[in-house]
């Protein structure tokens, strides 16, 4: 059995690109097919679900650590510049953010929220637009909870005072 190290220990926080922030629970091993396997058990405690990711698979599957306290002040830097929202149709848009929600790279999930935010007095927004603004809005405010080490309403709040004040 190669002994390779576990870049992750219990109790670490992760980002798995498709589900965001979550916390290694455990490393366990299991045979499978007669082969040793190394798995990482990650919780996502949102979403009340349990991931296992193969140790071997989890670089190329994208699990990282949460981001450093500089990426997320990128990503906050991001929210406060002008939207940059291209005149292609919205289908083609909404592929072009849910790929940059599931990179799971803070500063272009930064990049959706600040393209799709509306000031309240501003134009209604589509139900699928609404839905993809909410979904990376949560998921930068997970991390930066995590980051920051405060609850998820708190990082919410922190993140529409940016929003606000870049209106």
């Known amino acids: 059995m190669s002994h390779q190290q576990n870049e992750f220990s219990p109790g670490d926080y992760v980002v798995y690109p498709a589900h ?16 040793q396997v190394t798995l990482y058990a990650i919780v ?36 406060q ?11 083609r848009r909404a592929q072009e953010y849910e790929a940059k929600i599931n990179s799971g790279d803070p500063v272009s999930i930064a990049e959706v929220v600040r393209d799709l935010y509306r000031p309240n007095d501003q134009q ?25 080490k405060i609850d998820e309403g708190k990082a919410t709040e922190r993140l529409a005072q940016v929003l606000s004040k870049a209106a």
């Open 20 to 35: 965001g922030v979550g916390r290694v629970e455990s490393i366990d091993t299991t045979e499978i097919a007669g082969f």
């Open 44 to 79: 996502f405690e949102k979403e009340r679900m349990r991931l296992k990711v193969p140790v071997a698979k989890a670089k190329a599957a994208g699990l990282r650590r949460i981001s450093s306290a500089d990426r997320i002040k990128v990503a906050l830097e991001t929210l």
């Open 81 to 91: 510049g002008r939207s940059r929202i291209k005149r292609v149709m919205w289908s």
């Open 124 to 148: 209604e927004q589509s139900y699928s637009e609404r839905q993809i603004y909410q979904a990376a809005l949560e998921r930068l405010a997970r991390e930066l909870a995590a980051v920051e």
